[in-house]
T-cell receptor, first 112, second 113 residues
Framework: DTEVTQTPKHLVMGMTNKKSLKCEQH?????MYWYKQKAKKPPELMFV???????INESVPSRFSPECPNSSLLNLHLHALQPEDSALYLC???????????FGQGTRLTVV | AQKVTQAQTEISVVEKEDVTLDCVYE???????LFWYKQPPSGELVFLIR??????QNEISGRYSWNFQKSTSSFNFTITASQVVDSAVYFC??????????FGTGTSLTVIP
């Protein structure tokens, strides 16, 4: 099972809303990632959790708040977003060592 | 400096033609990994292959083949007898350290029926 599941698939939110993106994997991976992808661009790393601890934060604005409740779940809490934050948000996970990352289908976020 | 260069932004081929997607990388590390991912319109990045820096063997998987040449820092991807379902954006990526994946800018492939 190489599946990473993200919900919701689509999300439209206003600039004053609070919403959360969810990601789940059951591959036993201990590293989980959030990426942001704008149209016609490669994915950009936002956060990495390793063994449920935040390992990398790529200077992401505080209106994005990650959370890793357990080894299978990863959340991204959104608050007071801007229209330029509209993008595809991808979750990924990887196993030990320098192995490939497995990605979910993403959440297409539109901020209005 | 760009660590992974995919010079081909967009490619169009007619179905059943062969097509090669180029990837050139830059690293000073002796240990690193290279990857190819496919991103169809649905959005998911689908893992295709991983190659480590110590393994220069070329690989074939069905209609897909990969040519890794350290001498030219290239890791090219060939699709033989292309099909419409191959239409997607393809990303080459490099990993030098844990959790760090450097993606190229992607090549958008359109296969015309």
């Amino acid at each position: 099972d190489t599946e990473v599941t993200q919900t919701p698939k689509h999300l439209v939110m206003g600039m004053t809303n609070k919403k959360s993106l969810k990601c789940e994997q059951h591959m036993g991976h201990r590293a989980m990632y959030w990426y942001k992808q704008k149209a016609k661009k490669p994915p950009e790393l936002m956060f990495v959790y390793s063994y449920e601890k935040l390992s990398i934060n790529e200077s992401v604005p505080s209106r994005f708040s990650p959370e890793c409740p357990n080894s299978s779940l990863l959340n991204l809490h959104l608050h007071a977003l801007q229209p330029e934050d509209s993008a595809l948000y991808l979750c990924a996970s990887s196993g030990r060592g320098l192995t490939e990352a497995f990605f979910g289908q993403g959440t297409r976020l539109t901020v209005v | 400096a760009q660590k992974v260069t995919q010079a081909q932004t967009e490619i169009s081929v007619v179905e059943k033609e062969d097509v090669t997607l180029d990837c050139v990388y830059e690293t000073r590390d002796t240990t690193y990994y290279l990857f190819w991912y496919k991103q169809p319109p649905s959005g998911e990045l689908v893992f295709l292959i991983r190659r480590n820096s110590f393994d220069e063997q070329n690989e074939i998987s069905g209609r897909y083949s990969w040519n890794f040449q350290k001498s030219t820092s290239s890791f090219n991807f060939t699709i033989t007898a292309s099909q419409v379902v191959d239409s997607a954006v393809y990303f080459c990526a490099l990993s030098e350290a844990r959790y760090q994946f450097y993606f190229g800018t992607g090549t958008s492939l359109t296969v015309i029926p």
